[in-house]
């Protein structure tokens, strides 16, 4: 397991929860402790389309998480005091906040019991 996009590889029997690519390489979020796909090239536009740079550009989640509030970003006040409403709103709603393709095994970390998808 890794955190760090530049070690990933393809990990067999996995995917990332956010889009559902098998096949791509793969690191886990600090955040969420999510599969999370990534690019692992040197330099490249926006992440290469993967969901990390999305991840860490537009959500709470990662947001929280880098503010270092504690408990799960759905109930932290700070991060609503934080944000205008408005961008709350725009920031909580992004699909990139919740991991969508979590395959058979339950997760029961506070805040991903179920899909909002």
Not at 16 to 24: E, I, L, M, N
Not at 54 to 60: C, G, I
Not at 63 to 87: I, L, N, T, V
């Amino acid at each position: 397991m890794t955190y760090n996009r530049m070690e990933a590889k393809p990990i067999a029997g996995e995917h990332c929860r956010f889009c559902g690519d098998a096949k791509a390489a793969l690191v886990k979020t600090p955040c969420c402790e999510q599969w999370i796909c990534c690019d692992t090239a040197f330099m490249s536009f926006r992440g290469g389309g993967r969901c990390q740079v999305e991840h860490e550009r537009f959500s709470l989640c990662y947001s929280h998480y880098e503010d270092q509030h504690r408990g799960p970003w759905e109930s932290c006040q700070k991060c609503r005091d934080f944000w205008s409403p408005r961008d709350y709103k725009l920031y909580a709603e992004n699909p990139i906040n919740w991991p969508r393709y979590w395959g058979v095994f339950p997760f029961s970390r506070s805040g991903f019991e179920q899909s909002p998808v």
